[in-house]
């Protein structure tokens, strides 16, 4: 059933915003970051980033990390206009539209909202093939010189939905874990293989960590570096995001921290997803 009527979204997002923190707020998180300076809530954040997770686990970001000067890149689908409502309420910014099919508009907002914020982006969505990461992402990273922080999200056995991309409903007082990268840097200037390449390294990582956050939260233990995840508005994005920060690590040196291959695309095979 297609939800157009403004007053219907409206009534749909109030409830599903309520729905959302209450549930959510019945969790217990636990994050493992590689660099704890990358989290926006953290004093010591400086310059914007581009967080990626995959689509299925957007509840727990949309729940721990509201009101810390991140703005959601959404589809212009009639599907993502309850979404947009929602992350509204629950403290992000949106842009509408995509970084290739049609995104001029959408490109030129982003670059405005990173110049003083933080950008997110499901790279699988809003239709997949999941956990496939569009070249998006990296494109944006490469042409607005912003580092991209991989976020692998994971719960203790959820339930999932009959959907493309198996979204992920953790049960009432379950664990939720994060397993979180390093500022990644992107070069500038890409070509169609250097773009393809870490497309493709990108998705190797992102996909590595949510494998290790969903086997922490089916295990429970714990973790020397482990820190306790909490909702909380973040006091120092708002002035530090537009602040100089360290320019990040490159993607072949955040592969090999986690034991993973460099990636060595093949020329003449690069086809960036939209």
Same mark, same amino acid.
């Given at each position: ?43 010591? $954040?400086?310059?914007?980033?581009? $967080? ?9 970001p949309l729940h721990l990390r509201g009101h810390a000067n991140i703005s959601m890149l959404l589809s212009r689908h009639w599907d993502a206009n309850i979404l947009d409502r929602v992350a509204r309420m629950m403290g992000f910014g949106v842009v509408r539209g995509s970084t290739f099919k049609g995104g ?23 239709? =997949? ?15 607005? =010189?912003? %580092? ?5 999200? =994971?719960?203790?056995? %959820? ?12 049960? %009432?007082?379950?664990?939720?874990? =994060? ?53 909380? %508005? ?41």
């Open positions: 059933m297609k939800i157009k009527s403004p007053f219907a979204i409206g009534c749909w997002s109030l409830v599903a915003s309520a729905t959302i923190r209450h549930w959510m707020g019945t969790l217990d998180y636990q994050i493992d970051y590689a660099d704890p300076e990358v989290d926006p809530v953290h004093r010591a $954040y400086r310059s914007a980033k581009i $967080y990626v997770f995959w689509h299925e686990n957007i509840l727990m001029s508009v959408a490109l030129r907002e982003l670059a405005e909202r990173a110049a003083v914020g933080n950008l997110t982006i499901t790279p699988d969505g809003p239709r =997949g093939p999941r956990r496939r990461l569009a070249a998006g992402c990296v494109f944006l990273a490469s042409t607005l =010189g912003i %580092p991209i922080v991989a976020m692998g999200l =994971g719960y203790d056995r %959820p339930w999932r939905a009959g959907t493309w991309d198996r979204f992920a409903i953790p049960r %009432p007082w379950s664990r939720a874990r =994060g397993v979180i990268s390093r500022a990644i840097a992107i070069p500038p200037e890409l070509d169609r293989d250097g773009l393809e390449r870490h497309r493709l390294g990108v998705e190797r990582l992102l996909s590595h960590l949510s494998d290790d956050a969903e086997a922490w939260a089916m295990c429970g233990a714990r973790r020397p570096t482990q820190r306790p995840g909490r909702r909380e %508005p973040s006091r120092v994005a708002a002035r530090a995001a537009a602040l100089p920060g360290p320019a990040g690590v490159s993607l072949d040196q955040e592969l090999d921290r986690c034991g993973l291959e460099p990636v060595v695309a093949a020329r003449g095979d690069a086809r960036p997803a939209a």
